[in-house]
């Protein structure tokens, strides 16, 4: 169950406003202690918050930011999966997918094989303006359309 527990965060992320302590502490990185220390600073109106936590730095936001969500505040993809270091390159990816994060319906119903050549295109696109892997651009892809649809 444990197992299964922490597979699941990291495939869907825990809302760290509603989340247990219990499923707090499959978020990697986190500690006993400062999942105890989020749990008292509830509720979070950024992921960015985290870091004012006392001992919580740069390095452990580093390590547990995508598995963390934040829903409800000023910063719409702090409820994605998407790591806060590649938010530049999801906004340029929703405005050049036409997708917005609030309405499902942005994301026009295409065939599998249609959807991944497109997803492939804007990767491409992506990569050399942002200087990251192809790899890494589909799977903003990805947690972007996970979290519309």
């Not at 994605?80 to 499902?104: C, F, G, I, M, N």
């Not at 319906?105 to 599998?112: D, F, K, P, Y």
Request: charged content about 25%; some cysteine; hydrophobic content about 35%.
């Amino acid at each position: 169950l444990s197992l299964t527990s922490i597979d699941a965060v990291a495939e869907v992320g825990v809302d760290v406003n509603s989340c247990s302590v219990t499923i707090l502490g499959k978020v990697p990185s986190l500690t006993p202690k400062l999942c105890s220390k989020i749990m008292q600073s509830r509720p979070l109106k950024s992921r960015n918050d985290l870091l004012k936590i006392s001992g919580f730095g740069p390095k452990t936001f580093q390590n547990c930011a995508a598995f963390v969500r934040v829903s409800g505040g000023n910063e719409s993809l702090d409820a994605t999966l998407v790591h806060p270091e590649s938010y530049d390159l999801a906004r340029w990816l929703l405005k050049k997918l036409h997708w917005k994060l609030s309405e499902s319906s942005s994301i026009e119903s295409i065939s599998e094989e249609q959807r991944k050549e497109e997803w492939e295109v804007v990767a491409e696109k992506a990569s050399g303006t942002f200087q990251v892997s192809q790899e890494r651009v589909l799977t903003v892809i990805y947690h972007l359309h996970s979290s519309i649809t």
